[in-house]
């Protein structure tokens, strides 16, 4: 299934970590809508070869969510191009973009691309730092940025980033609240069914990456709670 519009959960692996085969199989198998593979350091063309190749071992959709242009790797079934919104360095948000398209441009099959206008809203977290994200927002610059993701640059997916940490379940009914046809992505310091369930009220997609990793069991029972809303 590889209309993001259809999704409701996902787990975001990062191929800087390990996991070992048995949880890799339960993640695979957990009945999520897909595997975004990304992370912020760390990712090489080696380890994101290596997870995609097991992941693929599996029949769930799997997305590459491009960090830097080394480790695109062909044979995703998708492509996430995060372009961050409220970075104060151009170069996250269409910079970057503009070198890869320059030099690969002819190479890339666009129906496979989707962008993600991020809006990064943990200031702690690695993302932020390497942006130089200003996350001192309030709910309306939060709007606005949902607004400027849908209406300017018809993005077909706004991301709520708190990675790292919960986040505000108001100010994400707020966004969803004025997205009309952008797909609402919630990530971050998800790591209980009942987080899960609160943030799906409102996002059309919840991420989980990081509790995977800390607390597997948990994280498994975010699917469910997401789906069964
Ligand atoms: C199929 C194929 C081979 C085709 C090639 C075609 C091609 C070259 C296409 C390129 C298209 C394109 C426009 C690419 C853009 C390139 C690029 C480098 C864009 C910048 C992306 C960006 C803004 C990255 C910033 C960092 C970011 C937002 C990362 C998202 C992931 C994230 C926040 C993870 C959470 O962090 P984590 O690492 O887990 O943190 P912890 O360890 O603390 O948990
Ligand atoms: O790792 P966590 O905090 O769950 O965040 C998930 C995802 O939004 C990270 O990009
Ligand atoms: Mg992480």
Redesign the pocket.
Known sequence: MYDVKKWRHAF?L?P?KEISPEALEKVCESGTDAIII????GVTSDNVLDLMARVRRYTVPCAL?????ES???G?DL?F????LNSRDFR?MSG??HE??KE?GI???WD??IVEG?C?LNGD???AK??DANTDLTEDDVIAYAMMAEKMFRMPVFYM?Y??TYGDPDIVRSVKEELEKTTLFYGGGISTAGQAKEMGKHADVVIV??AVYENLGEALKTVQAVKNR
């Open positions: 975001k990062d800087n990304g992370g912020t350091d969510e491009v960090s830097n242009i695109i790797t062909p995703f492509y191009i995060p372009s961050v996250w970057l973009h890869a398209v690969y190479l890339i099959d496979e691309m991020y990064i977290c690695k993302a390497l942006t980033e990675s790292g990456g990081n």
